[in-house]
DNA sequence: GAGTGGTCTAGACCACAAT
DNA sequence: TTGTGGTCTAGACCACTCC
């Protein structure tokens, strides 16, 4: 029925902090006090200031003690998963096209992006994911082939690039930008967009084995898709 | 020198799990085994092994056992920090020009959105922000009265919304979404954009005891400006 | 030197799951 | 019934900070 020692020396501290009474710098009680105050042994209210540490409410000092963090960075956390998770979590049916799945070789600007020479060989796909019929992304895809061998054998129709590269190489790193762009006149007409519409587009390079694993550009119409979220 | 011995069996379970040799489901050695095995007492592996469940590594079940995980959700994940914070971590200058801070009345659309009855008072502020003097960012935000009584009697030229807000106001939920959209004559003019560019538009609202705190609209030059990152 | 946090031990009692 | 994790105690040693 009642919370363990330390949840509640935990939330006792959470609260007064929360409430304005212990401002940032302000020295919070000992370890050695808050056992007294709570009639516990240290080791737990060493956890409950511990979980307080992780969820970055207070900064604790070896010699010195225990202080109120500065007020947390006000930042914005996105989480933007697979288009075809975020249509299967809808309820909704999700369909791919494959537009293109071909080898290719990289020109200047592909050779600086994937890390690779001027003229390697790339894997290039070119996919349309559609949601209950409406075009709702275009995923333009290059694959180093060293990482991803298969990468031209996959059937894009049941499953997707993402699962397969997930699998085939190991994720390290990420990096991604998202920006607001007109498409071409290809695009508009794959995406089924209107005249003056914009695209959303994301885009992303993993790494894998410390080489660059897959760019890709992930094109959304404006009017009918966001990134969008809650916590 | 060496590491604590809980942070040797945490890296010692990981290891075996970002290897493959522990897989989905697979049962990870009880605490009494790896107190037997690393020769430590039971709170010391009970340690390693909730820093695991922290990270979301294993599962633990009491009376069962502890499980692998399911493979972490492979979303990309994008922190949006306020534009001040982004422009000042470049060491470039950042201003902001207060367009319009005043109060004003809910209509329709604005009663729904900041959760209050049509006609009731709400802040109005519209800045401009400025990255060494290049528009980057046309915030327009509703606000609470009840819940930031003092908004507009700050000084936006030296503090941010954001920061006041924080302050006042302590974060409870957030709901945003990202947008490509064609701003309005207005918008194009005050971020100095061309005739076809498109925005980037990120929405925000933030709760505060319940009750919606606030309500934003940070207009982006298309070409001007991304969100971005790397993990 | 006194106070503080970081870590660790060798027990213990409990709730719960599998058998 | 046995094994599991969740919690807790009453000590301990150490490294560090502040005075």
Partial sequence: MSAPAWKKIHDHVLAKIRAGRWV???????????????????????????ELVAA???VRVKGAGTFVAPPRHHATV?????IADEIAASGRRHETEVLLLEKSAADAALAVLMGVK?????????????????????????????????????????????????????LEQVEYGIEARQPDAETRRRLAMGRDEPCL?????TWSRGRVA?????????????????F
Avoid at 31 to 46: N, S
Avoid at 120 to 139: I, K, M, N, T, Y
């Fill in 24 to 50: 940032e710098g302000d020295r919070v009680p000992s370890e050695a006090e808050l056992c007294e105050r709570f009639g516990v042994a240290r080791m737990t209210v060493g956890r409950a200031l511990r």
């Fill in 118 to 170: 001027r003229g390697a060989r790339l894997f290039h796909s070119r996919l349309l994911h559609r949601d209950d019929g409406v075009p709702r992304q275009l995923e333009e895809r290059w694959v180093n082939p060293a990482l991803a061998p298969d990468f031209l054998a996959q059937d894009f129709t049941r499953t997707t690039p993402n699962e397969y590269l997930t699998r085939a190489a190991p």
């Fill in 214 to 230: 897959s760019a890709a550009r992930l094109w959304h119409p404006g009017n009918r898709h966001q990134f969008t979220g809650r």
């Fill in 56 to 58: 970055q409410v207070v």
């Fill in 201 to 205: 587009l994301l885009r992303r390079r």
């Fill in 78 to 82: 996105v989480e933007i998963r697979s």
